[in-house]
């Protein structure tokens, strides 16, 4: 995203961030990733193009056009860093805009909030079927494992099939009260791990 577009999906992840403060320490839901970076970065095989999508912040997302099914799932995929620790017990949601690309198709994705490093543990996963319909999905899960300020990233594995997929803007938020639910607007919610 670039120019206005940029500006509207950064303005849009800021107001929904500042319903919790960032770099809080007290027991609320706390962005995991920066809402004014919402860019995903590019691994693999796919081709990576922008795509109109009217409902996503800055009206676009990046699609990525998977040819062929890769050997691994994970052998094409969009990521970006965690911005701050994530700890095990931590209830951890992952919220993006996706959507298949191909219209009366679905896509099959992975959607992680893990390691970096060897051997790769997760604190969220799950398996995602996307439609033809952009929409706002998060994940929740609770966190497992500890990963380390510096370490963790969210990714998407996109390699599952011949398919094309959308993504837009996303956030990662931590809370390590169990009892509260994630602040974002899910439009579809999912359990992970």
């Known amino acids: 995203m670039t120019g206005k577009s940029a500006d509207r999906?950064?303005?849009?992840?800021?107001?929904?961030?500042?319903?919790?403060?960032?770099?809080?320490?007290?027991a609320r839901e706390?962005?995991?990733?920066?809402?004014s970076q919402p860019v995903w970065?590019?691994?693999g095989d796919a081709k990576i193009s922008k795509?109109?999508?009217?409902?996503?912040?800055?009206?676009?997302?990046?699609?990525?056009?998977?040819?062929?099914?890769?050997?691994?799932?994970?052998?094409?995929?969009?990521?970006?860093?965690?911005?701050?620790?994530?700890s095990k017990g931590e209830r951890v949601t992952l919220g993006f805009f996706a959507r298949s690309?191909?219209?009366?198709?679905?896509?099959?994705?992975?959607?992680?909030?893990?390691?970096?490093?060897?051997?790769?543990?997760?604190a969220l996963f799950a398996e995602v079927q996307l439609d033809d319909?952009?929409?706002?999905?998060?994940?929740?899960?609770?966190?497992?494992?500890d990963l380390a300020r510096g370490d963790g990233r969210v990714t998407i594995h996109l390699a599952g099939g011949q398919q094309i997929v959308d993504l837009g803007a996303f956030l990662v938020t931590a809370n390590p009260d169990l009892a509260e639910s994630t602040q974002l607007p899910c439009e579809k919610m999912l359990s992970g791990n």
Not at 9 to 26: K, M, N, W, Y
Not at 62 to 82: H, Q
Not at 103 to 113: D, H, L, T, Y
């Open 9 to 26: 999906a950064r303005i849009l992840l800021l107001c929904v961030a500042a319903t919790f403060p960032l770099g809080e320490t007290s």
């Open 30 to 35: 706390e962005a995991a990733t920066d809402p």
């Open 41 to 43: 970065t590019f691994y």
């Open 51 to 86: 795509t109109a999508a009217e409902r996503s912040p800055g009206g676009a997302m990046m699609r990525a056009s998977i040819d062929r099914a890769g050997a691994n799932i994970w052998d094409s995929a969009g990521y970006a860093s965690l911005t701050r620790k994530i």
């Open 101 to 122: 690309g191909t219209p009366g198709a679905s896509a099959r994705i992975n959607a992680i909030v893990g390691s970096a490093s060897p051997p790769y543990p997760h």
């Open 133 to 145: 319909v952009e929409r706002f999905y998060c994940i929740d899960a609770i966190s497992p494992v």
